[in-house]
């Protein structure tokens, strides 16, 4: 049985840092493509960052290149985003979804080609 389940949310001052977590279960994470989303209040849910299996290409949101890291624990088999440099923008609910394959999605941002999720985590940005 495929299980995500996201962790490491909650309040941060602007300019602070969190790491969040994504923690598999029934499937080896680092053979598929997994993609970080979020969702903000009255909002659609975004990408923020794709990366393939087996140590393959990452692709970031634009607006987080720079300040979001993708990163993976296979002993764990978990996958971590850590967020730095935090903005209220970056308030919402954020998910980890694994796509079908190894490949990220083409276009890898679409929540649709994501078809296992977690629960969610909160993040919110506030002083």
């Known amino acids: 049985q495929v299980q995500l389940a996201e962790s490491g949310g909650g309040l941060a001052q602007p300019g602070g840092s969190l790491r969040l977590s994504c923690s598999a279960s029934?499937?080896?994470?680092?053979?598929?493509?997994i993609g970080w989303f979020r969702q903000a209040p009255g909002k659609e849910r975004e990408g923020v960052v794709c990366?393939?299996?087996?140590?393959?290409?990452?692709y970031y949101a634009d607006s987080m290149k720079g300040r979001f890291t993708f990163s993976r624990d296979n002993a764990k088999n978990t996958a971590y985003l850590q967020l730095n440099s935090l903005e209220s923008g970056d308030t919402g609910v954020y998910y980890c979804g694994r796509a079908m394959g190894s490949g990220c999605p083409a276009p890898w941002g679409v929540q649709k080609w994501y078809y296992f999720w977690g629960q969610g985590t909160q993040v919110t940005v506030s002083s």
């Open positions: 990366m393939a299996g087996g140590g393959g290409r990452s």
């Open positions: 029934g499937f080896a994470l680092d053979e598929y493509a």
